[in-house]
T-cell receptor, first 111, second 114 residues
Framework: AQSVTQPDIHITVSEGASLELRCNYS??????LFWYVQSPGQGLQLLLK??????LVQGIKGFEAEFKRSQSSFNLRKPSVHWSDAAEYFC?????????FGQGTTLQVKP | DAGVIQSPRHEVTEMGQEVTLRCKPI?????LFWYRQTMMRGLELLIY????????DSGMPEDRFSAKMPNASFSTLKIQPSEPRDSAVYFC????????????FGEGSWLTVV
């Protein structure tokens, strides 16, 4: 069965520091992979997605993610975090037209 | 362009009452999804429509939940009777359908059942 695991429930980084959020998936075929961000009280906004081709994907707000088939991972990165990046981040795998989400990682940014 | 529109944004109701959540998908999208978000279970897919037809309702918790999509621009999720454990954020989302197409989310309906 398809599944998504985000090992880190909560991460705290200092403003200006680099960030990496981990995501591992279980899927029988070539996955469609997504990262969404949810600010408090808001819906989910797409940061980036991967279908095929270049394994390094650029997204909005300076985020990028790298697909590694050998590790079944799709980690999200940002070189320098801003206070406005504090939010909850969800990794998802797309299958049969729908999304299966991980449990989410809450990012806290220290001044 | 208008995104996915949900109403009400917030609802507080008493146990046993009927609750109806409404959704207007993005114009032209032919897939519509209802998700529920709770602290304990995260984001769960409740039901998924394609071209107004329910494709997968395996996530609907029990018979108290029902969803309809009478036309391409409107869907409802109904809970009758409501229970405190139904308290959650309910998201509607839509897409052009098929794997890989971006799924766009509404801002959610925050339901509290007391």
């Amino acid at each position: 069965a398809q599944s998504v695991t985000q090992p880190d429930i909560h991460i705290t980084v200092s403003e200006g520091a680099s960030l990496e959020l981990r995501c591992n998936y279980s899927y029988g075929a070539t996955p469609y992979l997504f990262w969404y961000v949810q600010s408090p009280g808001q819906g989910l906004q797409l940061l980036l997605k991967y279908f095929s081709g270049d394994t390094l994907v650029q997204g909005i707000k300076g985020f990028e993610a790298e697909f590694k088939r050998s590790q079944s991972s799709f980690n999200l990165r940002k070189p320098s975090v801003h206070w406005s990046d504090a939010a909850e981040y969800f990794c998802a795998v797309g299958t049969a037209g729908k999304l299966i989400f991980g449990q989410g990682t809450t990012l806290q940014v220290k001044p | 362009d208008a995104g996915v529109i949900q109403s009400p944004r917030h609802e507080v109701t008493e146990m046993g009452q009927e609750v109806t959540l409404r959704c207007k998908p993005i114009s032209g999208h032919n897939s519509l999804f209802w998700y529920r978000q709770t602290m304990m279970r995260g984001l769960e897919l409740l039901i998924y429509f394609n071209n107004n037809v329910p494709i997968d309702d395996s996530g609907m918790p029990e018979d108290r939940f029902s969803a309809k999509m009478p036309n391409a621009s409107f869907s409802t999720l109904k809970i009758q009777p409501s229970e405190p454990r139904d308290s959650a954020v309910y998201f509607c989302a839509s897409s052009l359908g098929g794997d890989g197409n971006t799924i766009y989310f509404g801002e959610g309906s925050w339901l509290t059942v007391v």
